[in-house]
């Protein structure tokens, strides 16, 4: 894990920051509008920053819909990969779920984008089929994944350990 990382929840004033990894990252970034509508969505939003020295290293958005979690967005820039980053965030965003009375996780996942569909695939996410055409910039399939009873699996341990605490 990186050392003195924040974790918080995400705030308008940060969209300008979480713009440029988006910029970076994504081929067909999000628009601020979307981050601005999403944060104002009150509890059903679930968006959260990584901090570290202030600079923002990587985000995590989320929906609750009743007991769903649904994965928006997430992205860790390039540089600080593969340090447990994502799954900080993923972790404490499960966590926050929960006490909001979460049980099932799902995301959708272009189906080019095996890295991810990997780092998914560690946490228990199991892929149930695709949408077709459901990226209108490219027309690309989704891939559906979902982790199932999110009091199970991996993320019994991982929360039981403390990960995901702010
Ligand atoms: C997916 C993403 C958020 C993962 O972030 P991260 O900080 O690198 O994740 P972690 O360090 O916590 O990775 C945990 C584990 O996931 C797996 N994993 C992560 N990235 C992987 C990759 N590129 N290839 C294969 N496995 C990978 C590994 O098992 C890794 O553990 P290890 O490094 O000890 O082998 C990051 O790669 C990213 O921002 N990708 C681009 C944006 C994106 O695709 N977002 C998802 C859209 S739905």
């Known amino acids: 894990m990186l050392g003195e990382v924040e974790i918080r929840e995400m705030r308008v004033a940060d969209i300008e920051a979480v713009m440029d990894i988006e910029r970076e990252v994504f081929p067909f970034p999000w628009a601020p509008e979307f981050f601005l509508r999403e944060l104002g969505r009150g509890e059903s939003a679930m968006y959260r920053v990584a901090f570290a020295d202030g600079r923002l290293l990587g985000f995590i958005g989320a929906n ?5 979690i649904h994965i928006t967005n997430m992205a860790v820039i390039p540089d600080v990969r593969r340090r447990g ?25 272009r189906e080019t984008n095996r890295d991810a569909r990997e780092f998914y695939r560690l946490f228990g996410f199991r892929e149930l089929g695709l949408r077709r055409g459901y990226y209108c910039d490219t027309g690309e399939d989704a891939v559906i994944m979902a982790a199932g009873d ?5 993320f019994r341990e991982l929360l039981a350990r403390g990960e995901g605490n702010d």
């Not at 609750?64 to 769903?68: A, F, R, S, W």
């Not at 049980?103 to 996942?109: G, K, S």
């Not at 999110?150 to 991996?154: A, D, F, L, V, Y």
């Open 64 to 68: 609750l819909l009743g007991d769903e």
């Open 85 to 109: 980053l994502g799954s900080a965030l993923l972790v404490g965003c499960v966590r926050q779920g929960l006490e909001r009375g979460a049980r099932w996780l799902t995301l959708e996942v």
């Open 150 to 154: 999110i009091r199970e699996g991996p």
